[in-house]
């Protein structure tokens, strides 16, 4: 039985074909029995219907060296690599699990896990927190099965998971893991969290030297900090007046989910603290429909 023959005949095996289904109206039975048995050559054309048919790459049929693995891998990856290069997550991933045996290909894990790390952010984003939490434990997971450096992924996973426990629990996460490399946006964010954690843990006198030597590009970032440093100065109407204004600039600078839940959850204590108590119900409404909407489970 040549090599050929072999792999054709396992192949069909594997896949519940009887050598009738796997003939069609291209070759017939006796051929087909005559090269899966090593007396017949199959001819180019021939090894063409059969590699379709059976949906692996004319290479592997007739190839000396390299498992099945390896030519499906080798014919996906100029796609898997478009995908992820145009930034089609779920796609790169369903393609990348359609390769068999992948759970010792270091390549592959590394690829899912990050696909599955901007799926999690790109659902944060949008505000579906349980669907990002558990794209984000799945990226963990493959992270943790490769040997290539996957400190990106497993710490940038880590900041977002923290902050979705922190919004489940209602509080402000203590971040102290920090990204570098091309991460400067999720760094912002850590550097984000712990000013506001300074805010409500220290001094006012603290948290402003801490705040006046770090520089926040977002915007929105920088106006929500002078507003926590103005309620933590006791000066609660001008603290109200900027968080208001972050609310009106929503949509306008694409705010995230998670960054209105904080400014509502703020504007509540902030009426409270100003006697207005109608305001405070009403934020407290909004910050509840917005927390029912992330779907998170305990």
């Known amino acids: 039985m040549t090599d050929a023959g072999k792999k054709i005949k396992e192949l069909r095996i594997a896949k519940g074909l009887t050598q009738s289904e796997l ?33 692996v790459p004319m290479g592997y049929l007739i190839g000396k060296q390299g ?10 990856m100029p796609q ?20 068999p045996d992948i759970e010792g290909d270091d390549e ?19 505000g579906r927190l349980e669907g990002a939490r558990k794209a984000l434990r799945i990226a963990e997971s493959l992270a943790s099965r490769t040997v290539y450096n996957s400190s990106h992924i ?15 629990a209602d509080r402000i996460p203590d971040i102290t893991t920090s990204v570098g490399g091309n991460y400067t946006k ?16 220290c001094s006012y006198e603290t948290a402003t030297r801490t705040y006046d030597s770090i520089k926040l590009e977002n915007p929105l970032y920088r106006t929500h900090i002078s507003a926590k440093l103005s309620v933590s100065a006791g000066n609660y109407r001008r603290g109200f007046s900027l968080l208001s204004e972050l609310v009106s600039r929503f949509d306008g600078e694409s705010a995230d989910a998670v960054f209105r839940f904080c400014i509502y959850r703020d504007l509540e204590s902030v009426c409270k603290q100003l006697g207005d108590y109608k305001n405070a119900y009403e934020y407290s ?12 489970k305990n």
């Open 285 to 296: 409404r909004m910050k509840r429909e917005l927390f029912d909407s992330f779907g998170l």
């Open 154 to 168: 497993t710490e940038t996973a880590k900041i977002y998971s923290d902050i979705i426990a922190s919004i489940s």
């Open 67 to 76: 498992s099945l693995t390896d030519y499906l891998k080798i014919n996906c």
């Open 186 to 201: 999720i760094h912002e964010l850590t550097t984000y969290m712990q000013l506001l954690k300074i805010t409500e843990n």
């Open 80 to 99: 898997i690599k478009k995908l992820f290069a145009g930034g089609q997550w779920q796609k790169c991933a369903s393609l990348c699990r359609s390769l």
């Open 23 to 55: 003939c069609g109206n291209f070759i017939t039975r006796n051929m087909l029995s005559q090269i899966e048995s090593g007396k017949a050559s199959p001819s180019i054309s021939t090894l063409e219907y059969i590699s379709d048919t059976l949906d």
């Open 108 to 126: 592959i894990n590394l690829i899912l896990a990050d696909c599955h790390l901007q799926i999690g952010i790109s659902n944060y984003k949008a």
